[in-house]
């Protein structure tokens, strides 16, 4: 089982990111998929979520309206696109994969930094 994130790096205030995580391993297509993401100091939080179909989506409060979920099964990706992006939004980003209560993996992340 792999998921591997990728398209963090520095952008400014603003500005947008679109992180991929790619999975591999498992039937993708069977699996909730969810960003988390972890500042220097913090814990760990969720941020978006994406029934295994795609149809249900859930944000938390502080990037709804910015940050969209999405899923293509036929690539076995999440993505999360992130537009305007603020200071408070630096951090690691997770994907995880969930399919029941029991069974949940976990990428290494990738580093968002958002900085003038």
């Known amino acids: 089982v792999q998921l591997v994130e990728s398209g963090g790096g520095l952008v400014q205030p603003g500005g947008s990111l679109r992180l991929s995580c790619a999975a591999s391993g498992f039937t993708f297509s069977s699996y909730i998929m969810s960003w988390y993401r972890q500042a220097p100091g913090k814990e760990r939080e969720l941020v978006a979520s994406?029934?295994?179909?795609?149809?249900?989506?859930t944000y938390a409060d502080s990037v709804k309206g910015r940050f969209t979920i999405y899923r293509d099964n036929a690539k076995n990706t999440v993505y999360l696109q992130m537009n305007s992006l603020k200071l408070e939004d630096t951090a690691v980003y997770y994907c995880?994969?969930?399919?029941?209560?029991?069974?949940?993996?976990w990428g290494k992340g990738t580093l968002v930094t958002v900085s003038s």
């Open positions: 994406i029934s295994s179909a795609g149809g249900r989506t």
């Open positions: 995880k994969a969930i399919n029941g209560p029991k069974v949940n993996y």
